[in-house]
């Protein structure tokens, strides 16, 4: 970065929005229109796109008033073309994979990233394999792996183990690899930090709170702030904090026991299927971005997770569970006064309510917790699923319920 000649940030700032309105495909994208910060490609023509970025920022009017945080948004990138934020990586690495001229790309995955590189992968002609670990990931996201035609392999394994197998098959078959850690992936999961500094008038939040999996989004997001600051585009970086789920916390335990010297792989367990890593790929680098933007990392437990998705649900913007980590971390920073009142927050929702409907289902019926599981929280949880019931088909039986849901 220090080579770089520093462009000129008002210029930049008015033609990125300019493209908003342009008839262009690669302007359209919410990832492309931010080109002149990702250089990647020798020829824009190799650009696979589906129109991703560009998702909404909405402010959390019911939830900060219950937390007390005023200014608290969520930016959804459950909102791009395959329903994560996978699809702003995956433009621009498989726009890379075409370039190169490969025919075949793949990936392990918790069902996210391979949704996004199916499609993409389609979109441009090509054929892609993915690798997911059996039975532990939403059903949602297989079913989209499999409609956008990928060889959609499920293996007696966990996802780290999804990993090992595929390096081994890379070195054998010509096949381009499409795992979290690619750096091109990194390099479009940059721009929704960008597409966050421009809603707020380049005035950057004072949080930006991220679900940690395998940590290439909070590396992702952490690079782009910081970038954005260098070239004079913004004058300061948010706190970067992580949130993992309580059973795939191997950062925070890190953190904990040896300041993020070491990190100890963890046999994973959560719900939030999309966390479930034990063996983060890209811890060091964010342990880098904590460190650097003063943020923290934070574990919540699986009935802090359902609360807090609930609870996004009921505000009409809903979330699939990992996201929800963002808001239940939030709790808990700002119990410990690490948010405070009056400052500007914002939560990364990475994934659609859509993904994973089993959970939401499960939840609003009572299924999805077991008691031991509760944390004290079950009068919460009670208030927020009183909602859902099956009756006889009577007028008279849904007028009651009718009633009775006014009255609470
Ligand atoms: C991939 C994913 C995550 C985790 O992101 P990492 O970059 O692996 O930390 C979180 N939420 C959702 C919905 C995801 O798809």
Redesign the pocket.
Same mark, same amino acid.
């Given at each position: 970065m220090a080579e770089i000649r520093k462009p000129n940030a008002g210029a930049m700032r008015w033609l990125w929005k300019e493209r908003c309105c342009s008839n262009v495909e690669v302007d359209q994208s919410g990832v492309w229109r931010f080109r002149e910060l990702l250089h990647i490609l020798r020829d824009e023509a190799n650009i696979v796109s589906l129109r991703e970025g560009n998702t909404p920022l909405y402010h959390l009017k019911k939830i900060s008033q219950s937390t007390g945080i005023e200014q608290l948004f969520a930016k959804h990138?459950?909102m791009n073309p395959t329903g #994560?934020?996978?699809d702003a990586g995956m433009t621009t690495a498989l726009s890379v994979a075409r370039e190169l001229g490969f025919e075949w790309v793949a990936c392990a995955s918790? %069902? !996210?990233?391979s949704a996004a590189m199916a499609a993409y992968a389609a979109r441009a002609g090509m054929r892609s394999l993915v690798l997911i670990p059996e039975g532990k990931i939403a059903w949602g996201k297989l079913s989209q792996a499999m409609d956008y035609g990928a060889v959609t392999l499920q293996l007696r394994t966990d996802f780290d183990g999804c990993v090992r197998i595929l390096s081994d098959v890379v070195k054998c078959a010509p096949v381009y690899l499409l795992n #979290?850690v690619n750096p091109y992936r990194l390099e479009g999961?940059k721009t929704p930090a960008l597409e966050i500094a421009e809603a707020f008038d380049w005035e950057v939040p004072d949080h930006l709170i @991220?679900? %940690? %999996? !395998?940590?290439? !989004?909070? #590396?992702?997001l952490g690079k782009a702030f910081l970038e954005m600051q260098h070239l004079g585009l913004t004058t300061k970086t948010p706190k970067i904090s @992580?949130i993992q789920a309580e059973g795939a916390s191997p950062l925070y335990r890190s953190l904990q026991d040896n300041a993020g010297e070491t990190l100890h792989p963890v046999e994973a367990q959560t719900r $939030?299927t999309?966390?479930r890593?034990g063996n983060?790929a890209?811890w060091k680098k $964010?342990v880098r971005v904590i460190q650097q933007t003063g943020g923290w990392c934070e574990q919540v437990g699986e009935a802090e997770i359902a609360l807090a998705k609930a609870e996004l649900g009921a505000e009409g913007i809903g979330?699939?569970p $990992? #996201?929800a980590?963002t808001l239940a971390g939030l709790k808990k920073l700002v119990k410990h006064e690490r948010v405070l009142p009056h400052e500007r927050v914002v939560l990364l929702l990475? %994934?659609h309510t859509l993904?994973d409907s089993d959970y939401t289902i499960a939840y609003h019926r009572g299924e999805l917790l077991r008691p031991d599981e509760m944390q004290g929280l079950a009068p919460e949880i009670e208030a927020t699923r009183k909602n859902a019931a099956e009756l006889d088909a009577s007028a008279d039986l849904v007028l009651r319920e009718l009633e009775r849901a006014t009255i609470r």
């Open positions: 990138q459950g #994560s934020f996978k918790t %069902g !996210n990233t #979290s999961q @991220v679900p %940690g %999996g !395998n940590l290439a !989004n909070s #590396s992702a @992580v $939030a999309a966390i890593i983060p890209s $964010a979330c699939e $990992a #996201s980590v990475t %994934g993904k």
